[in-house]
């Protein structure tokens, strides 16, 4: 397949931007462009103009495409010392101390590897029922497939390594049964999650947020995307509220204090 | 022994300038990354991307491994961080390193290439799509076909491709499949490919 140019690439951001309430320009190149050419590779499109054809054409492609341009979370449990971190300190000493419930958001959510990893901890801390969890999501696509619980089977066996070394209490497979194609995580442990779809700036962000778990997303956008999603998710969280982010995602930044530098758990300053 | 070490010339019979070097290998590279850090100039001239297959849950370990014997300062690049001379940037665990436009970094947590995640051939073909003909591409020791397609953009690109001589590597199959698909600068050994470093201005 032939490479895609970053003329190609800005043509199809402009096409995107003027049909839909979408405005790609801010992501970051490198990982656009692969991803795009996946996407191209997937739908058997050979050129970039076909590509934009199918967009302007064809509206039920474009959520299949907002699928296909996010990139999911490698496994769940990713980087199990901050899992064990949240289910040995975090969660019970900050839940314990607020009355009502305790909100947490998740603002990009695509293959619910996150989600489930959540409310699997959760579950077991027999905490799931004092928080209120809130997952947005660019894609209606991913919304659905993570409402039935399907999950690539290729990641369990990494993810259930995770889990063991996150401390785990029980058998990660207690948690899904597997067909031949996909595994499917037990649906009933996001029964009152709440869903949302949203577009690429989050309008409507949900407001007094205690928790913004949102790790590598943000390596997919531009330095000045990043920086105006960060404000973003900062006026969302109500004073000391905390961000987890990956884990080389940013160095530091302002009117953010660092609670757990190895994981990058970052803390709202009070005042701001 | 004679050392005659052959660098690509410019019109001007001067060394042609590059912008970066990119080093990749598997098992058996360790040894030989640590020997190529440790005879190499605190002032070296360029970016060194540094990726190596390594366990996607041990995070810590590797970079301090190498900086031991380093010259120069070896490191686990933030996202967008911008790429300076004089300093190695090993693709952290678990995550794939690109190089960005405007010399950063960027890192991904797309799907594994080659069963592995920091892939080798993602890391080469981004630097050649950035670099073009200033980069040097090097294959080192290692058991998978990683790097192999990844060197040959380098060569596509018009960029310097060096791979080290299979009969010193511990592991042969990485270098083998990067002769196999390209016909590289020059087959080096560890060496050599220290003198190689050593003239870049």
Avoid at chain 1, 56 to 85: A, G, V
């Amino acid at each position: 397949m032939n490479e895609l140019g970053i003329i190609h690439i800005k043509e199809i951001e402009r096409t995107i931007k003027s049909m839909h309430e979408y405005d790609f320009s801010g992501y970051a190149m490198t990982s656009f462009k692969y991803r795009l050419e996946r996407l191209m590779m997937k739908y058997n499109i050979q050129e970039p103009e076909h590509l934009i054809k199918k967009i302007q054409d064809e509206p039920d492609f474009f959520d299949n495409f907002l699928f296909d341009i996010s990139i999911p979370s490698t496994e769940m449990f990713r980087d199990p010392s901050l899992w064990r971190w949240l289910r040995e300190e975090y969660f019970t000493e900050s839940i314990g101390k607020n009355p009502g419930k305790f909100k947490i958001w998740l603002p990009l959510c695509v293959s619910g590897g996150e989600l489930y990893s959540l409310a699997i901890l959760l579950s077991e801390l027999e905490l799931l029922e004092q928080v209120q969890i809130i997952a947005t999501s660019i894609s209606a696509t991913s919304i659905d497939i993570i409402k039935t619980g399907q999950y690539d089977l290729k990641k369990i066996a990494v993810s259930e390594e995770n889990y063991n070394r996150a401390n785990g209490i029980k058998e990660l497979s207690t948690y899904y049964t597997i067909d031949r194609y996909y595994a499917y995580l037990d649906t009933s442990l996001i029964k009152n999650v709440e869903f949302n779809k949203v577009n690429i700036i989050f309008d409507h962000s949900p407001q007094n947020v205690k928790l913004i778990l949102f790790r590598n997303s943000l390596i997919y956008y531009n330095p000045s995307l990043q920086e105006s999603i960060l404000g973003l998710l900062h006026s969302s969280l109500s004073a000391g509220g905390h961000l987890i982010v990956g884990i080389k995602e940013i160095n530091s930044f302002r009117d953010f204090e660092i609670v757990n530098e190895a994981e990058s758990v970052y803390k709202k300053k009070p005042g701001r | 022994m004679k050392r005659k070490v052959y660098i690509k010339k410019s019109q001007a019979g001067e060394v042609m300038k590059y912008k970066a070097v990119i080093i990749g290998g598997s098992a058996g590279s360790f040894q030989v990354v640590t020997k190529i850090l440790s005879a190499l100039p605190v002032y070296f001239p360029l970016p060194m991307l540094l990726c190596f297959h390594r366990l996607k849950h041990v995070r810590s370990g590797f970079v301090e491994a190498l900086s031991l014997k380093s010259q120069i300062p070896v490191l686990e690049p933030f996202d967008k961080e911008q790429l300076k001379p004089g300093k190695a940037y090993l693709a952290p665990a678990n995550y794939h390193m690109y190089v960005e436009l405007a010399n950063r970094i960027a890192l991904s947590t797309e799907d594994t290439v080659n069963h592995s995640r920091p892939s080798i051939d993602l890391a080469f073909i981004t630097a050649a799509n950035a670099y073009r003909d200033k980069l040097i591409g090097i294959i080192l020791s290692g058991a998978n076909k990683d790097g192999a397609f990844g060197l040959k953009k380098v060569h596509d690109n018009g960029g310097l491709t060096v791979v080290q001589d299979p009969n010193e590597c511990e592991v042969k199959m990485m270098t083998q499949s990067a002769l196999q698909l390209t016909k590289v600068d020059f087959v080096y050994t560890t060496n050599q490919i220290i003198n190689l470093l050593l003239q870049l201005k």
